[in-house]
Each structure stands twice: as C-alpha cells, then as structure tokens.
C-alpha cells in the first residue's frame, strides 16, 4: 500500500462547514496527489504537491485548498463544503517523478448534507 | 476531445477467453502510460507501466503502446472471474507532472 494513510476514512458534514482531510505518508516521496472520484467522472486531480510548501492546482481546484508543511504529510480543505462536493477522495504518491507510478491510499468518502 | 479516452463499457467476458481493454490520448509528447485495476469501493491498483513502444509483458497481463496511433492496451489472457473490475488507463501529460486518467472500462469476466 506504499504507506499511505487517509483520514477520516469516512466523515458526513453539512453544507457551510470547513472539512481537512489528511493525507500521511511514511517513505519520504516528493509529490503527493489529492483526487475525486465521481461516477461519470473517472479520477480528477484537485491539487498536488512536489514539495514542502510547493504546491499546485490540478483541473477541479475551485473550492479546495491544500498545505504540506511536512514531507509527510498533505492536507486537503474544504473551506465551506458544498454538496456537489459529495464524493470519494483518493491521496496519491508518486515513487519517481511526478509523471511516473503512482499509488494510491485507501481514500475517504465525504458526504456533505 | 478527452485527453484519455477508453470505453467506459461493461465489457463481458467469458472465463478463459482473452479481455482487451483500449485507451487513446489526445497528446504526442506523453512518455509515461499506466494501467490501474480498481475494485468497486476500494482504491486504484497499478498493474502495468509501459513507456516504450511495443508489448510488455507480465503474467496474464500484456500492455501494448503504439504512439505513433496514441493508442495503449491492456490485453488479460485467462480472464478469470477475479479479473472483473474497472481498469483505468493513465497517462502523462509532456512536461507535466502529474497523470491523466481516462474513465475507465469496467470489465465482467463470466463463469
């Protein structure tokens, strides 16, 4: 599984309400990736990083933000959860370069009300 | 036009034959090609990297790239009933990084 680590595995919030999902990581990879995952959809990238404090857009970033004040860790926002933001978010890591393998954590499912 | 393109399916399969799984990308410099195996409600699985053009081979599992077609493949020989999932065809963008992945083809194999 790489060591990665997501949390919260599930969470249920309503609308307005801040929501951090974390991303933890053990093996000191340089980039890290935040995904959803929406039926229709396929895996859009929200936000990625390739190292402390650097970080990026992906093509969905609107209504996110991202921090990464550690190698291991990266920590996606919500800052006002709306429902359309309903889904099943995915961490990644890349082990070579940003355009190479990535693996995935166990992902987390957000319900927001 | 999407930049990873697969057929979202289903694709049934009869146990033992050959699946064949096809994805197509929208850019001439991408060098780096993936493909995942995702179970419903778990996360993707990498199962082939590919970034040269021909066929590579592991197990049941054949990736083929043509980029001269923009065109990748997953080809699963035995197809066993384990094998039904959703495959996710990956893709680099040039100078980018970070992947594009197409929908994915979700794939029945049938006993």
């Known amino acids: 599984d790489a060591g990665i680590t997501q949390s919260p595995r599930h969470k249920v919030t309503e609308t307005g309400t801040p929501v951090t999902l974390r991303c933890h990581q053990t093996?000191?990879?340089?980039?890290m990736y935040w995904y959803r995952q929406d039926p229709g959809h396929g895996l859009r990238l929200i936000h990625y990083?390739?190292?402390?404090?650097?970080?990026d857009k992906g093509e969905v970033s609107d209504g996110y933000s991202v921090s990464r004040s550690k190698t291991e860790d990266f920590l996606l926002t919500l800052e006002s959860a709306t429902s359309s933001q309903t889904s099943v978010y995915f961490c990644?890591?890349?082990?070579?370069?940003?355009?190479?393998?990535?693996?995935f954590g166990p992902g987390t499912r957000l319900t927001v009300l | 036009q999407k930049e990873v393109e697969q057929n979202s399916g289903p694709l049934s399969v009869p146990e033992g034959a050959i699946a064949s799984l096809n994805c197509t990308y929208s850019?001439?410099?991408?060098?780096?090609f993936f493909w995942y195996r995702q179970y419903s409600g778990k996360s993707p699985e990498l199962i082939m990297s590919?970034?040269?053009?021909g066929d590579k081979e592991d197990g049941r599992f054949t990736a083929q790239l043509n980029k001269a077609s923009q065109y990748v493949s997953l080809l699963i020989r035995d197809s066993q009933p384990s094998d039904s999932a959703t495959y996710l065809c990956?893709?680099?963008?040039?100078?980018?990084?970070?992947?594009?992945f197409g929908q994915g083809t979700r794939l029945t194999i049938n006993p």
């Open positions: 990956a893709v680099n963008r040039w100078g980018a990084q970070k992947l594009v």
């Open positions: 093996e000191n990879h340089r980039y």
């Open positions: 850019d001439r410099g991408s060098q780096s």
């Open positions: 990083s390739y190292g402390v404090k650097d970080t």
């Open positions: 590919i970034y040269s053009n």
């Open positions: 990644a890591i890349s082990v070579g370069g940003g355009a190479d393998e990535q693996f």
